[in-house]
């Protein structure tokens, strides 16, 4: 089962800290959202009031189309997968899992079926006489999906589910969830620090910072256009350029930067349209710097001297020394950059981001 | 020097065994005597007394009663002292830490003031003595441990546990039932085994509070009374084997939970 989630306006006030700072979200049904922020960015705080733990100080939260505010845990059509699987260390994983649906009244043999069904869904189904304790992080993690996957909840919470495993297990959980997600159907949103992780398995991102939603869309619109500085630093390297706005037509912006003035289509300015004046900045990713073709429009930032360079496996990334500005470009793993050489700093135009505030 | 000092240590080890546990060897000794007096010399071993204590039927009620009062209280106990601590560990109350110290503050009080303080209140309720009034008392002094040992288990890590309960739909009394009490079962059962020990051997209280019906210690001490007897050896017998049964029970269940929950 599944529901869409309205959040309107929610704000959350820790004595005098604002931990939700007026938050606003609309989830469609079925969506995999991922919350996406730094540590004390309020991402848990969030989850829980969506789950009800704790309780917006204003603000509503409404879920398939009913006030949720004011309304319990139990009583939501929500169930949360907590960081630490919080799993029943007494109880056997049959147990665990149909445990929703026993306070649910649900009679025993049609409550073991389901138990059963949900840990085959997760791959576990023979370990089901087991306790918490004889299983491995990851199969407990697989525990703690199906017991809150088991009373058909119409939106799942997740808390940093992946966060106590390793990376190579924590790659094949993502993409184990993601299939789950849509095998099942639900509302998922699902909360962590990990860009990666983020863009693995999100359909939506919501970029948080300091309580406030900075940036939300496919993983591809938040990397490629990103609408906050801070949305472009956390999602991924990039290059943050001070310049300002010289001329605008209808289609073109002309801006001046410490590397010379560039003329940018006005769909770079992903902010608000380009006013005459102002202190904007070019957000570039490092692997843009790779030499353009000739047949689109490309635009110039003079040449870059390699200061020094590291092979990352997928490219090569250098530092680069650019008039006063310090830049990093990620060059193709078959280069061989060398360290004093100079590089054209040709990009395509419309790989450049212009965003509306200073640096 | 080395070797002096060894030796030195182990022969003041084996004085403090001695000392301990001399005084318990002797009464189970003389409990086999064959003669009148639990005293030297050791005329010979007999089962005799043994037989007259299990045939007598004031001592052995007495000790049915001593059963019933350790087990009902210490139930008793354990459940209060539950609940407190689960108040005490899961709600912010106000002057939380002043609270909890006057729960546990029963525990330096000496029984004695406990068991007359109890006497006046019960004089004034006009409630009789009893078994029931000995079982009031003995929850009064293994309250306070009960207490103090479930609270002392009760950390945050199950909070995120029962919130997942919660979750998925269980009242508080389902979360306590089902999930926080089984979760401290060790402790819990801890808590339950040394209070009965407690009350098993408890005197003072047992002797304040009672009147017709009295628990084995009481039984005793009238005993004791009419002159010393290998009778009373083979009774102290009885009550010191129960004990280390109490004990050993306890550290077999409390042991095997506790190295298996994770
Ligand atoms: N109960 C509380 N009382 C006071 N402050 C709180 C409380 N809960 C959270 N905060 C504060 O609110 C801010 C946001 O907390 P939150 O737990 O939502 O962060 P988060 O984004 O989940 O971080 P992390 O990635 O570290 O889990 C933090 O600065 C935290 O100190
Ligand atoms: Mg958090």
Redesign the pocket.
Known sequence: MTADVSIRNATKV??S?R?LDDVSLDIAAGEFIVLL????????????ILGGF?EPTSGTISIGGEDMTHVSPARRPTTTMFQDYALFPHMCLRDNVGFGLRMRGMGKAERFEKAFSYLDLVGLRASSAKKPHELSGGQRQRVALARALAVDPHVLLL??PLGALDLKLRRQMQDELKAIQKRVGTTFVH?T?DQEEAMAIADRIVV?NK?RIEDVGTPASIYMRPRSLFSAGFMGEANFLPAKVRGASGSEAEVETALGRVALPASAFVSGSPAVGKDVTLCIRPEHFRNANADVPTVSLGRGRITGSAFFGTHHRCHLAAGDAVLTAHLPQTDTPQTGAELDLRLKADSIVVLQEGV | MRHLSTWLAALYAGLIYLFIFLPVVVLVLFSFQDGSLPVPPLNGLTLRWYEAIFSDGKLMAALGNSLLVALISSAVACVLGFLAAYAFARYTLPASGLLRGLIVAPMTVSTLIIGLGLLSILNITGLRLSLVTVGIGHVVINLPLCFAIIYASMGGHQVNIERAARDLGARDWQVMLLVTAPMLLPSILAAFFLSVTFSWDEFIVAFLLSRFDVTLPVEIWSMLRSGLDPKTNAIGSVVFLISIAFLVVMEFTVFRKTGKSS
């Not at chain 1, 730094?38 to 969030?46: F, I, Q, V, Y």
């Open positions: 820790f004595g800290f931990a922020g730094p540590s004390g960015c309020g991402k848990t705080t969030l989850l829980s704790i808390d940093e909360v620090h948080m309580g």
